[in-house]
């Protein structure tokens, strides 16, 4: 769908989706980024399959008559997090992988360790991402800078691409619209960065206390309405995409490409 294509473009600086996940939707994720005044911290990321998802895994299993790892055991499996570590920057180490379990379903909880923010690189990658190699070509990582107790969150908000002119309106397709919607249902990713400290000046558009949001996407919201969504296929540019998104109930994303933290 083309209109999900954009989306995931403008949004692509603002998210780092890894661990090895192969499902389209049915899964919450987020990432908290910890950042202690020395520049140093720990990324935390957390990927939750629905009961919904979890049920229809194993339904799916049991058909195909399929054994072996579950998707919770590939998502905590050590080699794997070792190697997403490598692509999250120079530097950053595994540090360890935990099952849980809440009212929204089951997943993993990876932690990772760093010693210097401005080597961070976070993209919007479905199975982790980084610098380097022809696979990152499109790819627009948000970068740290730090100096002095200063740290400064670097993204590039890019213009959606442009529709080719034989391209099929999928949106405007209800069925393809309602398996999209089915697809997407529960499906939700939030990043934070969470400074381990005193937050003395920041212009973040959104902070709650130590804790700045750079996107939380509700995708049940997003795909409701069919004409933000044309809405949306239409912006030109950023600005007007964001008023769009100010629209959609429960999404937040910051507008400024570049956000200041003094911390101490």
């Known amino acids: 769908m083309k209109f999900i294509a954009k989306f995931r473009t403008m949004l692509a600086a603002f998210v780092a989706l890894s661990v090895t996940l192969l499902f389209t939707g049915c899964f919450q994720m987020e990432q908290v980024i910890n950042i202690k005044p020395d520049g140093s911290g720990t990324i935390v990321m957390t990927a939750v399959l629905t009961k919904e998802a979890l049920k229809q895994i194993e339904e799916m299993s049991k058909a195909g008559g399929e054994k072996g790892k579950t998707p919770i055991d590939e998502m905590t499996d050590p080699t ?43 993209d919007m990658d479905m199975n982790g991402g980084g610098p380097g190699g022809d696979e990152n070509k499109e790819k627009e990582p948000v970068t740290f800078g730090f100096n002095k107790g200063t740290l400064t969150i670097k993204s590039t908000h890019k213009k959606p691409a442009a529709a080719k002119p034989n391209d099929k309106e999928d949106k405007d397709d209800p069925a393809a619209l309602a398996m999209m919607q089915q697809m997407m249902k529960g499906m939700k990713i939030s990043v934070f960065v969470n400074i381990e400290g005193t937050i003395t000046e920041t212009d973040a558009a959104h902070r709650d206390g130590s804790r700045i949001t750079l996107a939380v996407v509700p995708f049940d919201e997003v795909l409701k309405d069919p004409k933000k969504m044309k809405a949306m296929d239409k912006a030109d540019g950023w600005n007007d995409a964001l008023k769009v998104l100010k629209e959609i109930p429960g999404v937040v994303v910051e507008p400024k490409e570049t956000v200041t933290v003094k911390i101490k």
């Open 80 to 122: 794997k997090a070792a190697e997403q570590a490598k692509k999250l920057g120079e530097g950053v180490k595994f540090v360890k992988a935990e099952k849980i379990k809440n009212d929204v379903g089951e997943g993993a909880k990876l932690t990772f360790s760093f010693t210097d923010v401005t080597k961070l690189h976070v």
